[in-house]
């Protein structure tokens, strides 16, 4: 019997809503690290019993915890990040150099190849790596020595690398990005980096076309075709053909192409979807609709999704790591909001209901298809 | 034995109800007992000081006999009544937030 199960991390928790394959009824499970910052949780596609979950803490810093049993039961693993050599410095937000410090795990990404292997995406930027299930970590250095350093700078969120995607087909090649440097590309594991911005537009920096200082929100590609790269940027949607190493703009006739999350379907993959935030000084839906919008032909074309979702009156935001997609038959997607609820279509996007609605504000989203 | 009195989200990560008790060799003082604390419950190295550098995390702070302690030297003896367990090593979480 098939099913999902949903991984959510909040401000005060993390929660874990399962159902069959249907996707009709859930059940929810959680807050687990009630109290905690869950910015992301994820699972070994290689073992789906076994996740991982960065859960932080203004007070008392970051844990690392792991499951190896599907969610039932989590234990702390290692939570010491250390930067490799002298940190360094990077811009501030005066335009000062600041030193690199840590600050929090946003993302972890765990390997296509190893089960004890995963990567971790951190604030101050920079790129991690466990090869014993999270119990000790080591930095891959070669992306903060890629030379840019000291010009990328945070984003209002922070100076946080929240983007790890792994090809499928090259495990050693592997694009990542940070707010507000950029996105890189490794193609040897991560020992070295390259930026892959060519094509991106900044008007706000001091050079619009820069090799890095843009404000990537979000890359996400079709495992089946991890060359082509789709990306929400702060504002615009893009694209690229090459790897990333050049973008064009797809943002077509979307309403507003501000926004955060971006992710592609699980069959199709010219079927991308995005949220439409009005812009970057209000961050909520335009005229407090709040709309997914879809494009099947790869951007440019986009269409507004909204059967099920309110209309009127609605305020929410939706973060970088707040949307999935599940590999049923019929592609489920699946997004939070910054009022505390989970959205979820059983059909691609036509319509969409509530998993839940009260939960805190959603951080991240991710998916498990289980068979 | 030295008692310790950690927040509540701490007392959740350690896995443990009410006060802790520590033993330590050798002077008391706030380095010592939260050396001993962490070699009884890893869980909570990084949590009360950083690892880099051992130093305090700013939105705790340390009471013990109804004195702020959190600015003084980590080396420095903790009060006579914390080192015989009279009284327990307060961790306080700073009120902050929502």
């Known amino acids: 019997m098939s099913g999902v199960r949903v991984l959510v991390g909040t401000r005060k928790g993390a929660f874990i809503l399962t159902s069959d394959g249907k996707r009709e009824t859930w059940d929810v499970s959680g807050p687990h690290f009630a109290g905690w910052e869950i910015y992301h949780l994820k699972a070994s596609p290689l073992n789906p019993d076994r996740i991982y979950v960065s859960q932080s803490s203004g007070w008392f810093g970051q844990q690392i915890q792991r499951s190896d049993d599907g969610g039932k039961t989590f234990e702390p693993v290692g939570n010491e990040f250390a930067y490799d050599g002298t940190p360094g410095t990077h811009q501030w937000y005066d335009g000062t150099q600041h030193p690199w410090e840590f600050k929090r795990v946003w993302h972890l990404e765990p390997s296509l190849t190893d089960v004890d292997t995963v990567f971790a995406g951190v604030e101050d930027a920079a790129m991690f790596r466990s090869t014993d299930g999270g119990n000790s970590w080591g930095e891959l250095s070669g992306l903060r020595g890629h030379g840019s350093g000291p010009s990328w700078m945070p984003g209002a969120g922070g100076m946080c690398l929240h983007t790890i995607l792994i090809d499928p087909t090259n495990p050693d090649r592997m694009y990542i990005a940070i707010s507000a440097a950029g996105a890189f590309r490794t193609d040897d594991s991560g020992a070295s980096w390259k930026p892959i911005n060519r094509g991106l537009h900044s008007e706000y920096n001091p050079d619009p076309n820069a090799e890095v200082g843009h404000c990537v929100h979000r890359i996400a590609f079709h495992p089946s075709r991890p060359d082509v790269l789709f990306m929400q940027k702060h504002w615009d949607i893009m694209r690229s053909d090459n790897r990333g190493d050049q973008w064009h703009e797809v943002s077509g006739n979307l309403p507003t192409d501000f926004g955060f999350p971006i992710d592609v379907h699980a069959h199709e993959p010219e079927t991308i979807y995005v949220v439409p935030i009005k812009s970057d000084s209000e961050h909520f839906p335009l005229d407090g609709k709040l709309q997914v919008w879809r494009s099947r032909t790869g951007g440019n074309e986009w269409e507004a999704l909204t059967k099920g979702l309110p209309q009127s009156d609605c305020y929410v935001n939706v973060l970088r790591e707040a949307m999935a997609v599940d590999s049923l038959d019929s592609c489920g997607v699946y997004f939070g909001t910054t009022g505390g609820q989970v959205y979820a279509s059983a059909d691609a996007g036509d319509s969409w209901s509530p998993i839940v609605r009260d939960l805190p504000a959603v951080l991240s989203v991710e998916v498990q298809t289980l068979q | ?98």
């Open chain 2, 1 to 98: 034995m030295i008692r310790v009195a950690l927040p509540f989200h701490l007392r959740t990560l350690a896995k443990v109800d009410g006060e802790v008790e520590v033993s330590v060799d050798g002077p008391v003082s706030i380095r010592s007992v939260l050396d001993a604390l962490e070699a009884k419950y890893p869980v909570l190295r990084g949590t009360i000081r950083f690892h880099n550098s051992s130093e305090r995390r700013p939105w705790l702070r340390f009471f013990a006999c109804e004195q702020d302690l959190s600015h003084d030297s980590p080396e420095d003896p903790l009060p006579e009544a914390v080192a015989s367990g009279e009284e327990p090593l307060l961790i306080v979480g700073a009120i902050a937030g929502g």
